[in-house]
């Protein structure tokens, strides 16, 4: 899953790779627009409609299906504490939640996350780790892994 796809290019990477993916997002306009520029991929890629603050879960996420839920750039969109209850149920016992955002201190402007609350993330998952994208670590990425602790 690739939360707040965008134009899904980092979802067309992902399924690049060999993952199956779906890329959701809520602006109609991104989809659309996504589904254009990435559509045929022998069905590796997708692209669906969904507000992850103010729509119920998509009922066939379920609970444990999930290998890899990705947030880049589009995790401080979100209501962090409902979405972080909702990843943890959709991901596998094994499952990886990857974050990637700016630090908000680093870059001074309000488009990520603060430290702290990119710290924070780690609560309650059985693996942490993290690696920065910008050697000035204001885009970092956070790997978590385990989310049943
Ligand atoms: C800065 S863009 C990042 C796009 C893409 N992930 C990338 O790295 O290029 C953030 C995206 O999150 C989406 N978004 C924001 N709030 C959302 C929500 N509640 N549910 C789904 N998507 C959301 C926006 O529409 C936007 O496309």
Known sequence: MDIGTGLGEWACQMAQVGLQVT??????????????????????????????DNDPAPRNLGTGNID???????????????????????LHPDGVLHVTTAVTEKIRREIGLPEERVRALAQGWREYDRYDLAPDGSITAVVLRGPWG
């Open 23 to 52: 890329g959701y997002d809520h602006s109609s306009v991104a989809i659309k627009r996504a589904r254009e520029l990435h559509g045929p991929h022998g069905g590796t890629l997708r692209f669906e409609l969904h507000d992850f």
């Open 68 to 90: 890899l839920v990705s947030c880049r750039h589009s995790i401080h969109f979100l209501d962090l504490q409902r979405f972080i209850v909702d990843v943890r149920r959709w």
